[in-house]
């Protein structure tokens, strides 16, 4: 059974830092393309950064120069390393995999809540 399960999420102030992870099974993490989204209340869903089985690493333009991702496929764990955090960043973070072969799936965490706030 294929299971994303995120944590790391909380209640920030403006400025600060959090460290989110994502913890996978069910499949073959390494060989998997992983990312990070977020929704905030009445909007869509987005994509914040991206890493593929390689290691590249792609982001949206507003987290640029804040937010990193990284995986460590030994231990089967996205992270997304979020610093100078902002109110606009409130929203719940999701985990997403692709599996990119037949048969294509994609598969998404529960999400773990993030807000800033003072």
């Known amino acids: 059974q294929v299971q994303l399960v995120e944590s790391g999420g909380g209640l920030v102030q403006p400025g600060g830092s959090l460290r989110l992870s994502c913890v996978a099974s069910?499949?073959?993490?390494?060989?998997?393309?992983m990312s990070w989204y977020r929704q905030a209340p009445g909007k869509e869903r987005e994509l914040v950064a991206g890493?593929?089985?390689?290691?590249?690493?792609d982001y949206a333009d507003s987290v640029k120069g804040r937010f990193t991702i990284s995986r460590d496929n030994a231990k089967n764990t996205v992270y997304l390393q979020m610093n100078s955090l902002k109110p606009e960043d409130t929203a719940v973070y999701y985990c997403?995999?692709?599996?990119?072969?037949?048969?294509?799936?994609?598969?998404w965490g529960r999400g773990t809540q993030v807000t800033v706030s003072s």
């Open positions: 997403k995999a692709v599996r990119q072969w037949v048969p294509y799936a994609t598969y």
């Open positions: 890493i593929s089985t390689g290691g590249s690493t």
């Open positions: 069910g499949f073959t993490f390494s060989m998997h393309p």
